[in-house]
């Protein structure tokens, strides 16, 4: 059996945007469909053809606007799979919502806004993963397994080229003429670096030299683009040299996947992707001296593919076969959803796809240095950001003596909880993405609950549970002998009643009436409309620590409200 298979049956699907569904992120469908996920939604701002995309994808959803399918709260993650300038504030709108993300190559354009992706990453409990599909080849997960098992020896040099013609896609994609054709050095890199990378283990890029060969070729209006063919040197902390060569210009046929490596005890070279043509292999622990062998052969050996391939590479399902980028794209997303199900650590994380980024970045300089070696940073040692507090709220002291109204709408009864409800009520959780409760977590929560305190809505005709909130003794360092108003939630599809305004008054009648003289809540910047309800119901911001004025200003100005 194929772990692809092992995901098929998994119970709980996987629910996945894809934003820029009308390009590149439509390639990645079926491969979902058959690891047993879910497109849930799509999202395009090509709306003339998103209805057919979002059928073609099988979606349940489609989007014009990214912000309103990530806030619709029934997404397990999104695949960004926009232009490249819009990947990083992409992805971090998704990691502030706890979203999970995997994003194109390359992460991020430049190098402060690939300091605000990896901050968003420490911030967020969602994973980030680059889908850098390079990386999952067959052939390149083969060496990888090889080098893995020490059959290079110690490896010290390897080369990567990607030469794509892609100026008559550039007309077509007019972002690629700016962020890839307009802009010098080795930008579009990861394609090569990122597989050198995986066979280099912990390695990185500390240091690169990048020059070009100007300006040979022009557009159709006559423009000449940023440089036609350029090439990066690499040197790692380890000793090792890589070559990279980028050429999205020069008139010729593709040639996206050229590698080579050199070890102390291997060497290969891959095929240079034109029909016929074969890649090679020398190692000496397998092989006669000087005799190359084909990888191709080799991977077909059990001895030798069935040893050093991944399993899932070794027995493949048809849908990895199928797949863009020589199965890649499947193997991209196999991965993401085992990493976002805690299966696996995530194979290419924030730091990684920095590794495979940033040098590219640097090069950018380097060529106008004439090819000087700059120094390329190391995103681990960039000063992690704590976790951002949350906002605070406070009942006024003032209103301590009167009681907020509860207004329970017509064809809803608000009623305390009882046995029986525990599956509905972790349902309308997580419907409202409010953090993941287990059985443990849970029961450490209702110790808290005064009696009574424990507060649902269930609407009359259908029995459903649509609000909730607690009534909590909960003191905290900033509210000692607090009182909270915990976990309120009402169900989107009840929006528009004033369920959750009913909830949040009973949780607060509760407290008053238990003599609490401090009562507060917690709550995100971006649940704006959690954030109205309880500044509806009476709740005054807490401004318990720097900067939290202008958070609350800019919270009052997507309210539309007055500070
Ligand atoms: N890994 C690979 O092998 C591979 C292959 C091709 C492209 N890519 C990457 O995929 C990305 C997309 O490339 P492409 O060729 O599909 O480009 P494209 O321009 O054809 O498609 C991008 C799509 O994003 C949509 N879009 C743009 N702005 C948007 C916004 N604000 N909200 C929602 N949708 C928006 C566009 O309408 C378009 O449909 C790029 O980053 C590219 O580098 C990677």
Not at 326 to 350: K, N, Q, S, T
Not at 466 to 471: G, S, W
Request: negative net charge.
């Amino acid at each position: 059996m194929g772990q692809g298979e092992h995901l098929e049956r998994d119970p709980s699907p996987f629910r996945i945007g894809i934003v820029g569904a009308a390009g590149r992120g439509a390639a990645f469908a079926s491969s979902l469909r058959s690891l047993g996920a879910r497109v849930q939604a799509v999202c395009d701002i090509h709306a003339e053809g998103l209805e057919q995309t979002r059928l073609a994808l099988g979606a349940a959803h489609a989007y014009t606007d990214y912000t309103q399918m990530l806030e619709a709260g029934d997404l397990d993650a999104v695949l960004v799979a926009t232009p490249m300038h819009l990947h990083v504030p992409m992805a971090t709108a998704a990691l502030e919502r706890g979203i999970a993300v995997l994003s194109e190559v390359t992460a991020g354009v430049s190098l402060e806004e690939c300091q605000a992706l990896v901050a968003a990453a420490a911030r967020s409990d969602a994973l980030y993963m680059l889908a850098e599909n390079y990386c999952y080849t067959k052939a390149n997960m083969f060496v990888q397994g090889l080098v893995r098992a020490g059959l290079f020896g110690e490896p010290y040099y390897a080369e990567g080229e990607y030469l794509h013609d892609v100026t008559e896609l550039a007309e077509r994609t007019p972002w690629r003429r700016y962020w890839q054709l307009g802009m010098r050095g080795n930008t579009y890199c990861t394609h090569s670096l990122g597989p050198i990378l995986q066979w280099f283990g912990d390695d990185r890029v500390v240091a690169v030299s990048c020059v070009d060969t100007g300006q040979h070729r022009r557009d159709p209006r006559g423009e000449p683009y940023a440089a036609d063919s350029s090439t990066m040197l690499c040197r790692t902390p380890r000793g090792r040299l890589i070559k990279i060569r980028v050429d999205l210009v020069s008139p010729r046929p593709h040639a996206m996947t050229n590698y080579q490596l050199q070890g102390t005890d291997g060497a290969y070279e891959s095929s240079r992707d034109r029909a016929g043509d074969r890649g090679r292999i020398w190692l000496r622990a397998l092989f006669e001296p000087d005799a190359w062998l084909d990888p191709e052969t080799l991977m077909r050996l059990p001895e030798v593919g069935g040893r050093y391939l991944p399993p899932l590479w070794w027995d493949p399902p048809t849908a990895a076969l199928q797949a863009g980028h020589g199965g890649g794209d499947y193997m991209v997303l196999h991965d993401f959803i085992r990493a976002c199900r805690g299966e696996i650590p995530c194979p290419i994380d924030v730091h990684r796809a920095m590794d495979m980024t940033l040098p590219g970045l640097v090069s950018q300089q380097s060529v106008l240095e004439d090819g000087r070696w700059l120094p390329v940073p190391d995103s681990r040692e960039w000063p992690s950001q704590p976790r951002r507090s949350q906002l605070n709220m406070l009942w006024p002291e003032e209103q301590l003596g009167s009681p907020p109204q509860v207004v329970v709408p017509p064809g809803y009864t608000l009623r305390q909880y009882h046995e029986g409800d525990e599956r509905e009520y972790l349902a309308l959780l997580a419907a409202v993405d409010l953090a993941h409760w287990d059985a443990e977590r849970f029961a450490r929560v209702q110790a808290t609950i005064l009696p009574g305190g424990f507060f649902v809505v269930t609407h009359d005709a259908s029995g459903a549970l649509v609000a909730t909130a607690l009534a909590q003794h909960n003191p905290r360092p900033l509210h000692p002998q607090g009182g909270e108003v915990g976990w309120v939630a009402a169900d989107p599809a009840h929006s528009g009643r004033g369920l959750g305004r009913a909830v949040t008054a009973a949780a607060v009648q509760r407290l008053l009436a238990a003599g609490y003289q401090r009562i507060y809540l917690l709550s995100d910047d971006n649940r704006l409309p959690a954030l109205h309800t309880y500044l509806a119901v009476g709740f005054r911001p807490y401004l318990c620590e720097a900067g939290m004025a202008e958070r609350w200003e800019a919270v009052y100005r997507a309210l539309g409200r007055e500070g």
